[in-house]
């Protein structure tokens, strides 16, 4: 039913009466109904989830932001949209978002799951997110959440697409939640401060980074609050201002945000650098992450949820939100699950 104008929703309340976007409704119409199917964002993060299966048909979301209410703090996005360009128009308004700045696109990041660097002081961007608008694997305008208030009854659709890698639905429109742009921040290092004791005295950091010897923050807020935190951090090191936080190693790894305590071996890659997001869990390695063999239950749902939104498998094939581990029965060599 692309191309109809109504949005289907399944089990997520009613649907918002504004008409949809022809933009949104061509691009149903480009991912029809037959044969694999995928999106291509920036290609920042193409290979997570694994390689796309040969033959798969590659398209491109709609681009440009719709309508933006700053005094609401919403802005309504088409996901083929860079985030700089996203951030560049936000920023007229003094706002920003908690995607990241890194290349991407808006449905990149979000199809990914991945946030801002300051996502500590900026949240997870699955928070960012109230409504989602994608193309289903049939073909249909998918229409999940609300332009303001967030509708979880049955599926909450805006949480479940994040991070999917598109294998649930080509997104195509999101509203997100902005923030203010603060009215000062800076960053500071210090030689062999300790991270964890920075995180439990300061008050929302924006960032905390370390390597294993060096620790960098990123303070925001008004000038007096700057002042303020740098003298509370000033007692446990000697910090300084710096230009910014260091160069990340392109990997990222996801630990338990208590694991950064002691880090497994063998991140840092022929770089022999590695740098975590205290806090978040997050540490940007030199190699990538081996896979962990997930729960059978929390395997078993994503075989089910991958079945109920993508029964005939078309869309982003080849990719999986299960780790690709060899099997016990083969003794090996299994592909990805």
Known sequence: MSGTGTARVPATGAAPRRPLDPELLAFADEVGSEGPVAVAGAGTRAELGGPLARGTRMLRAPEGIV???PEEMTVRVRAG???ADLHAALAGAGQRSALPERGGTVGGALAVGEGHLASLGRGPVRDALLQVRYVSADGRVVTGGGPTVKNVSGYDLPRLVVGSLGTLGLLGEVVLRTQPVPAGSCWLRAEGADPFGARDVLYRPGAILWDGEATWVLLEGHPEDLAAEAAVLARSGAWREVAGPPELPPQRWS???????????GMAGPSGSWVASVGIGVV????????RRVAAASEELTRRTKAAFDPAGRLSPGRSLLPALPSPALGGGGGRS
Do not use: F, M, S, Y
């Open 284 to 291: 940007h390695a030199g190699r990538p992450q081996q896979p």
């Open 67 to 69: 309508e933006h209410h």
């Open 255 to 265: 630990l338990p945000p208590a694991g950064l305590r002691r880090l497994p071996e």
């Open 81 to 83: 949209t860079t985030v």
